[in-house]
């Protein structure tokens, strides 16, 4: 028997001077995001900015602060709940913390973490992705929405996409400037016809195909393709079907994985796994057990035998 949510919880995390403070004071002052019962504010970390006392009183929220990760612990939670008996939980987490230990935690009962959100500074992006990698590996790979502010015109942001892309398939990204929400800015980048009859994919491409046709499929949908990819078969992709694709890195070797969608034909349960082919399929969107949703799904119009790529790595950055 599931537990009702009582509390819901929601995680907000991202580097010191973020904009997390910034995030979390205008939602508290929405009216809309008004509850009856008290609201919770778990501060694990203090920048510059703070939260206006005035704004918490009025929409009946508690803010408590804990310093040090040692102090938050699964007693430290079950002591809130006690003394606050909170409708509504939301943590604005420390960015050097890991952000898969909270996912550890024993929550007190009734608590369920709903939503994660993760707050980057755009101007300080590329800075954190070299320097600390698996922060923010971790950091995003949970996330429902991740929010880059703070954006300009001459930083890389297709490149800040696709590594966020590469960690978490299904987070949406926001991009924000002074102004507020960016167009969709990536619409006119792509380094193939998307007109052409049969819309030829460079081997150095594959990634920035894979992750716009993930991410906008319905451009996609009634167009012929062709790549060379790898075949992946397993039992859990069914019947018909397999899985030509290749593998890529996020950031560093431990976060590799293999990307690819899936793929009907006839001749499916004839390929070998790691066998080498360049494919010629017609791209839809249908719902696909594997995917436990609606995706891009390739019906193979021809498959031919290749020679496997010297390095078949897709790098994303």
Not at 146 to 174: G, H, M, T
Not at 175 to 188: H, L, P
Not at 236 to 256: K, N, Q, S, Y
């Amino acid at each position: 028997m599931e537990e009702d949510v009582r509390v819901p919880l929601y995680l907000v995390n991202g580097f010191l001077e973020g904009g997390k403070t910034s995030f979390l004071s205008f939602t508290i002052g929405q009216e809309y995001f008004d509850i009856d019962e008290p609201t919770l504010l778990i501060l694990c970390e203090e920048g510059e900015e703070e939260y206006d006392p005035e704004v918490l009183k009025a929409h009946d929220t508690q803010a408590v602060v804990v310093e040090d990760m040692d102090d938050f612990t699964p007693a430290f939670l079950r002591q809130l709940e006690e003394a606050y008996r909170p409708g509504r939980v939301l943590v604005e987490y420390n960015g050097m913390w890991q952000t898969s230990r909270f996912y550890q935690m024993e929550l007190p009962a009734g608590w369920e973490i709903v939503q994660q959100i993760t707050i980057i500074d755009a101007s300080t992006c590329q800075v954190y992705m070299n320097n600390m990698k698996s922060l923010f590996v971790d950091m995003v790979r949970g996330s429902e929405l991740v929010i880059l502010n703070r954006c300009d015109a001459e930083q890389p942001l297709a490149s800040f996409r696709r590594n966020i892309k590469a960690v978490n398939q299904r987070a949406e990204i926001v991009f924000e400037n002074e102004s507020g929400e960016m167009e969709d800015i990536f619409q006119d980048e792509m380094p193939f016809d998307l007109n052409a009859d049969i819309v030829e994919i460079p081997l150095e491409d594959y990634g920035i195909w894979y992750l716009d046709a993930l991410e906008h499929t319905d451009r996609y949908v009634g167009k012929t393709v062709r790549f060379r990819a790898k075949v992946m078969k397993n039992r859990r992709i069914g019947h018909g079907l397999f899985v030509p694709g290749r593998m890529a890195m996020a950031c560093c070797e431990e976060d590799t994985s293999f990307i690819g969608f899936v793929c009907k034909s006839p001749e499916a349960e004839k390929m070998k796994n790691g066998q080498w082919i360049t494919l010629t399929a017609k791209m839809a969107e249908e719902y696909v057990r594997a995917y436990r949703d609606k995706g891009p799904v390739l019906y193979a119009v021809s498959i031919e035998d290749a020679e496997p790529i010297p390095d078949d790595m897709v790098y994303f950055n």
